[in-house]
């Protein structure tokens, strides 16, 4: 029995042969192409940055009465990591600003543009001076009430922008809102369940 096929195939003029076999080789080149820019792509797709709340403090905030939290300072540490491995981040001017509630209690800028090598960590270290809350704010008697009870609700925000760098590119400017919500104890320190909890961040 003839094999069709076969015969097909040595009927095919040279030319054709040829250009099936050119037409081959390109797909599988094309095919190759693909899978090498895939890989690429894993390794160098930029991973968002963490930041972890390791420290927060206002001495003497048990102690305030005529003149409420103005003047005291407002202490805080947080950590960030680039969990990135090819990856570094520039930051731009870090700004942070800590609430009780929708009330401002203190901001300013806490850090000067610096560049995050792959894989690592920095330390975002801050002192601000607290302006609020003082008696005569609505929120007063509720924030001093929760002073006693040793317990006030509080929220960390820092605000920057971020670019991401490689060898290759650079990315755009991103602006980055982080939250740390936590609680402080009644001597004006960092409950300790809160210490290294991760913060959430807004791209």
């Known amino acids: 029995m003839r094999n069709y096929g076969q015969s ?3 009927r095919q003029s040279p030319v054709a042969r040829c250009a099936n076999f050119v037409c081959a080789v390109l797909l599988t080149l094309v095919l190759i192409a693909g899978v090498i820019l895939f890989v690429l792509w894993l390794s ?3 991973h968002r940055p963490r930041f972890y709340l390791a420290d927060f403090s206002i001495p003497n905030v048990n ?3 005529g003149s409420g939290l103005a003047n005291l300072p407002v202490r805080f540490t947080v950590n960030e990591h680039n969990p990135n491995q090819k990856i570094g981040m520039y930051y731009d001017e870090v700004v942070a600003s800590v609430f009780y509630g929708d009330q ?4 300013g800028s806490v850090m000067h543009p610096f560049y995050q090598v792959p894989k690592g960590d920095t330390p975002v270290q801050g002192t601000l001076t607290a302006k609020a809350p003082v008696p005569s704010d609505p929120s007063w008697g509720r924030f001093a009430g929760e002073v006693s009870a040793g317990s006030v609700g509080m929220r960390l925000e820092l605000s920057s922008k971020l ?8 990315s755009k400017n991103h602006h980055i809102k982080v939250e740390c919500d936590f609680t402080m104890q009644g001597d004006g320190t960092l409950r300790k369940q809160d210490k290294d909890s991760q913060c959430t961040l807004y791209f």
């Open 163 to 170: 670019q991401f760098q490689a060898k290759m590119w650079d």
């Open 8 to 10: 097909l195939y040595n």
């Open 104 to 107: 401002l209690v203190a901001t």
């Open 44 to 46: 160098l797709r930029p």
């Open 63 to 65: 102690r305030q009465s």
